[in-house]
């Protein structure tokens, strides 16, 4: 069974780096499919961040993409992500998720998520 | 990019009865090479993440009821519950995965009415 969880600071300060990480259980990231996080700010909707194949090659939402930094180590199973110079807005819970096809796709699993909280 | 759009916002439906959600896209999702929608169905309970339900528009995944079945094609889908069970309270989401970057609907929260 394919299990994510998300990992990292619930609480962090405006201008400064948010820093997730999505350890994936159950299946190997090096099997294939590509990882992607997804944002949800309290009572609204879903949101793509950016996607990363096992491989390193990324795909980002145009909105974001001057502030996001997808990584990926196969040796510990897990995909990160850094967020910079975040304000309030990037107040959310945000998900990893796996997605069977390069690019854009469905997601098929999903972590639990974890909310993060910008603020001073 | 491709705007979704969701209607209604909010769906009161008794017990046992029809449910349908509708969903529309900006632009045309269907991929004329496969003659396929790139389009997903989640449903998202309080305090959980998405669950996947459909993908390419009409496709249930494994383990979904049948009672759950999408349809459309091009820039117009519905997801229906044919019988409306108590489980089946939450917030409903479309997503495209047409082209980048692929975007969700705003949601339509469905209620015992």
């Known amino acids: 069974q394919v299990q994510l969880q998300e990992s990292g600071p619930r609480l962090v300060k405006p201008s400064e780096t948010l820093s997730l990480t999505c350890t994936v259980s159950?299946?190997?990231?090096?099997?294939?499919?590509?990882w992607g996080w997804i944002r949800q700010p309290p009572g609204k909707g879903l949101e793509w961040i950016a996607s990363?194949?096992?491989?390193?090659?990324?795909y980002y939402n145009p909105s974001l993409k001057s502030r996001v930094t997808l990584s990926v180590d196969t040796s510990k199973n897990q995909v990160s992500l850094k967020l910079s110079s975040v304000t309030a807005a990037d107040t959310a819970m945000y998900y990893c998720?796996?997605?069977?096809?390069?690019?854009?796709?469905?997601?098929?699993?999903w972590g639990q998520g974890t909310l993060v909280t910008v603020s001073s | 990019d491709i705007v979704m759009t969701q209607s209604p916002d909010s769906l009161p439906v008794s017990l046992g009865e029809r449910a349908t959600i509708n969903c529309k896209s900006s632009q045309t999702v269907l991929h004329t090479s496969n003659d396929k929608n790139y389009l997903a169905w989640y449903q998202q309970k309080p305090g959980q993440p998405p669950k996947l339900l459909i993908s390419?528009?009409?496709t249930r995944e494994s383990g979904v009821p049948d009672r759950f079945s999408g349809s459309g094609s091009g820039t117009d889908f519905t997801l229906t519950i044919s019988s409306l069970q108590a489980e089946d309270v939450a917030v409903y989401y479309c997503q495209q995965y047409f082209s980048a970057p692929q975007s969700f609907g705003q949601g339509t929260k469905l209620e015992i009415k």
């Open positions: 390419w528009a009409s």
């Open positions: 159950g299946y190997s990231i090096n099997s294939g499919y590509y």
């Open positions: 998720a796996r997605g069977p096809y390069y690019g854009t796709s469905y997601f098929d699993y």
């Open positions: 990363i194949y096992h491989s390193g090659s990324t």
